[in-house]
């Protein structure tokens, strides 16, 4: 059974920083993860993914220069780390995995950027 766990979440204002983090008991095994969020009212949207290699990244085009995701296997963990945040990226931000062609989420995570 593959468990994500999201930390980081909070307030922040506009312009502001934060480090979203992905815990698991074993990410080097996992095809690709990633980073969605889903807004009151619409769709969830892929923010950032990359490989399991972490040699290939992918980034939404409203993030691009702002977000920077990571994973260190030796920690379990991937992050995304997100600068000069704007209201607009208030979202709940939900870990994701691919691990034997099965996706996997984690519980989400509450950002909120005020202006």
């Known amino acids: 059974q593959v468990q994500l766990v999201e930390s980081g979440g909070g307030v922040v204002q506009a312009g502001g920083s934060l480090r979203l983090s992905c815990t698991s008991a074993?990410?080097?095994?996992?095809?690709?993860m990633g980073w969605y969020r889903q807004a009151p009212g619409k769709q969830r949207e892929l923010v950032a993914a990359?490989?399991?290699?972490?040699?290939?990244?992918n980034y939404a085009d409203s993030v691009k220069g702002r977000f920077t995701i990571s994973r260190n296997n030796a920690k379990n963990t991937m992050y995304l780390q997100m600068n000069s945040l704007k209201p607009e990226d208030t979202a709940v931000y939900y870990c994701?995995?691919?691990?034997?062609?099965?996706?996997?989420w984690g519980k989400g995570t509450l950002v909120t950027v005020s202006s």
């Open positions: 990359l490989t399991s290699g972490g040699s290939s990244t």
């Open positions: 994701n995995a691919v691990f034997l062609g099965v996706d996997y």
């Open positions: 074993s990410i080097f095994s996992f095809n690709s």
